[in-house]
């Protein structure tokens, strides 16, 4: 036979693990008349896996095979004696496969424990229906094959973790760099609130315990959590989250899980779930609270057993991840209601740690805007730019319900109005297009206080001068007679009547630009393209006149 002379193996194209033990295996069968060879392999815990099944006797149910050795204490002893053992016939043993295969009484057995190094890398078994199949001289022949069979099933493992490994930090490292990201940015405030969380995230990032993240939409769980990697010994490894909410089931599966080529419509590739990305780091799985319920015992298997099968495939996927959760409902309440699982709240709850909301962080407000401040100066024509006096005591005073995102935006937006320049309270007060109040004010206080200066009311508070109205925002609900009579007061205008006047007056405001960072797309927080289509359906054009 002519010798192959395709050269062309580099190691990119390495057999993979379930190849290479197919071949072995393939092999065996010339020397040994087996109907089923499996090799399974083990957690290093207490869990033995099936790794690849051959032979005529083998199925599929046989591929998602487990056992726990604790249950088997004759199998633990054979592991623990390293040697292989073949059953004799009459010989009472108790069955491997009896949930998944029907063998007969007094079938052919034979047992091998695959060691490397006086380290369990996993069992071989081989079966035949028939009685007396294997001869005792073929014992000492499969204690040799198991050896080879163990560096090969250690090897392959090992290849694969790296591989994955090596793919998920590229595609982690492409994620990262495609983002605006503030992933390598300080963690900024020293107030007493936040020296707690970070005393008790220093003490968990150790530990490889799933922590639960807790607090008020935009006080910065997201941050806490990369920060919480960061520190953990897994920071070598990758940081990978999934916002759960709005994740219809079908799409969450995938997400989490990754699927098979062919799995559905439209899956051409196989393709990782964020469990795979997250091999050997970190999963922050946020707003976990909103995971679909089918969704749910799939993920409690997979924190449970560390496995899980991708969409449409049925080999089992083992990654090593840490689980760090968020979630700003009550998730006691979920469990409750029975929208969220007991038992997956009770894994995924072991470290609680509160974030507090911006109400409780005092001067750390100051830190933070300086710190998103500081990062706006890098951008071109806003090396300048500071706070006033008024500024920073405006900011103290406001409550930030939106919290340290609103402190951001707000700061950002501030930048802009403020031409790079010298922010004025003001600047940061403009806060019509979103919910902020002054501590002291309510949201009736803080519209009537903004109309008490026309000019600023005109410039920054275009809804009030659209509508014309003395009170653009409805009175609280106190239930007086004064409010009563504030509520009648103005006028109820359409909704589109609404719209079209505060966009014209956006317009306005923003001398006609759409696009840009002054343009009126931005202060909307809508994109340009939607913007412009709002216009074409209320008739204004870019000057904010109406049309026709
Ligand atoms: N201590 C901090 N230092 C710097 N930036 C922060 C800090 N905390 C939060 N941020 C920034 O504020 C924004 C909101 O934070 P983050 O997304 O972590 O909040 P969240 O609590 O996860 O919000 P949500 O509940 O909406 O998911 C982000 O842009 C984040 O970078």
Same mark, same amino acid.
């Given at each position: 036979m002519p010798l192959h002379t395709d050269n062309s193996f580099i190691p990119g194209d390495a057999l993979s693990s379930a190849t290479t033990m197919d071949i072995v295996l393939d092999a065996l069968k010339e020397l040994v008349d087996y109907e089923l060879a499996v090799v399974l392999g083990w957690d290093g815990k207490d869990t033995l896996r099936v790794h690849t099944a051959a032979g005529p006797l083998s199925s599929p149910r046989l591929a998602k095979f487990s056992l726990s050795l604790s249950g088997r204490p004759d199998l633990e002893a054979l592991l623990r004696a390293?040697?292989?053992?073949?059953?004799?016939?009459?010989?009472?043993?108790?069955? !491997?496969?009896?949930?998944?295969?029907?063998?007969?009484?007094?079938?052919?057995?034979?047992?091998?424990?695959?060691?490397?190094?006086?380290?369990?890398?996993?069992?071989?078994?081989?079966? +035949?229906?028939?009685?007396?199949?294997?001869?005792?001289? *073929?014992?000492?022949?499969?204690?040799?094959?198991?050896?080879?069979?163990?560096?090969?099933?250690?090897?392959?493992?090992? $290849?694969? $973790?790296?591989?994955? @490994? =090596?793919? !998920?930090?590229?595609?982690?490292? =492409?994620?990262?760099?495609? @983002?605006?990201?503030?992933?390598?940015?300080?963690?900024?405030?020293?107030? &007493?609130?936040?020296?707690?969380?970070?005393?008790?995230?220093?003490?968990?990032?150790?530990?490889? !315990?799933?922590?639960?993240?807790?607090?008020?939409?935009?006080?910065g769980k997201e941050e806490a959590a990369r920060v919480l990697h960061r520190l953990s010994p897994r920071s070598d490894g990758p940081f990978v989250a999934l916002n759960c909410s709005a994740l219809p089931a079908s799409l969450a599966e995938s997400e989490l899980f990754g699927h098979e080529k062919g799995s559905f419509t439209g899956a051409q590739g196989l393709r990782k779930g964020r469990f795979e990305l997250a091999a050997g780091g970190t999963l922050f799985l946020d707003e976990i609270g909103e995971l679909p319920a089918e969704i749910q015992p799939k993920l409690l298997r997979a924190l449970q057993e560390g496995c899980f099968e991708r969409v449409g495939g049925e080999r089992p996927v083992y990654t090593d991840v840490r689980i760090i959760a968020a979630t700003h409902v009550d998730l006691n309440k979920a469990v409750a209601e029975g929208r969220f699982r007991e038992d997956l709240f009770y894994r995924v709850s072991v470290f609680p740690v509160r974030i507090p909301s911006l109400r409780e962080r005092g001067q750390d407000v100051l830190q933070l805007a300086e710190l998103f401040l500081s990062r706006l100066?890098?951008?071109?024509?806003?090396?300048?730019?500071?706070?006033?006096?008024?500024?920073?005591?405006?900011?103290?005073?406001?409550?930030?319900?939106? +919290?340290?995102?609103?402190?951001?935006?707000?700061?950002?937006?501030?930048?802009?109005?403020?031409?790079?320049?010298?922010?004025?309270?003001?600047?940061?007060? +403009?806060?019509?297009? @979103?919910?902020?109040?002054? /501590?002291?004010? !309510?949201?009736?206080?803080?519209?009537?206080?903004?109309?008490?200066?026309?000019?600023? +009311?005109?410039?920054?508070?275009?809804?009030?001068?659209?509508?014309?109205?003395?009170?653009? *925002?409805?009175?609280?609900?106190?239930?007086?007679?004064?409010?009563?009579?504030?509520?009648? @007061?103005?006028?109820?205008?359409?909704?589109?009547?609404?719209?079209?006047?505060?966009?014209?007056?956006?317009?306005?405001?923003?001398?006609?630009?759409?696009?840009? &960072?002054?343009?009126?797309?931005?202060?909307?927080?809508?994109?340009?393209?939607?913007?412009?289509?709002?216009?074409? /359906?209320?008739?204004?054009?870019?000057?904010?006149?109406?049309?026709?």
């Open positions: 390293d040697r292989p053992k073949l059953f004799s016939e009459g010989e009472d043993h108790v069955d !491997t496969y009896d949930e998944v295969l029907d063998l007969p009484e007094g079938h052919s057995c034979l047992v091998s424990p695959l060691i490397l190094h006086g380290r369990t890398i996993g069992l071989l078994t081989l079966d +035949n229906r028939r009685c007396g199949v294997f001869e005792p001289s *073929v014992v000492s022949f499969i204690g040799v094959v198991s050896r080879l069979i163990a560096v090969a099933l250690a090897q392959g493992e090992a $290849a694969r $973790a790296l591989r994955t @490994q =090596n793919e !998920t930090l590229a595609e982690e490292r =492409n994620r990262l760099l495609g @983002q605006d990201s503030d992933a390598f940015r300080d963690f900024a405030g020293t107030s &007493p609130a936040w020296l707690e969380v970070i005393g008790l995230i220093k003490l968990v990032a150790a530990a490889d !315990t799933p922590v639960l993240l807790l607090g008020e939409t935009g006080v100066r890098l951008r071109s024509g806003w090396s300048e730019a500071y706070f006033s006096p008024e500024a920073l005591d405006g900011m103290l005073r406001r409550e930030w319900t939106g +919290n340290v995102r609103e402190l951001k935006n707000a700061v950002e937006r501030a930048v802009i109005l403020a031409r790079g320049g010298r922010i004025e309270a003001v600047h940061l007060q +403009n806060s019509e297009w @979103q919910p902020g109040r002054t /501590r002291e004010q !309510t949201g009736s206080d803080q519209a009537s206080s903004l109309s008490r200066e026309p000019g600023l +009311n005109r410039e920054f508070f275009p809804l009030a001068a659209a509508l014309g109205s003395p009170r653009a *925002v409805p009175a609280s609900s106190s239930g007086s007679e004064a409010d009563s009579a504030d509520r009648a @007061q103005p006028a109820i205008l359409p909704l589109k009547e609404v719209q079209r006047r505060y966009v014209e007056a956006v317009l306005a405001f923003c001398e006609g630009r759409v696009y840009g &960072p002054q343009g009126a797309a931005r202060f909307l927080e809508i994109k340009p393209t939607t913007l412009q289509s709002m216009m074409d /359906r209320l008739g204004v054009d870019r000057k904010g006149r109406k049309q026709g």
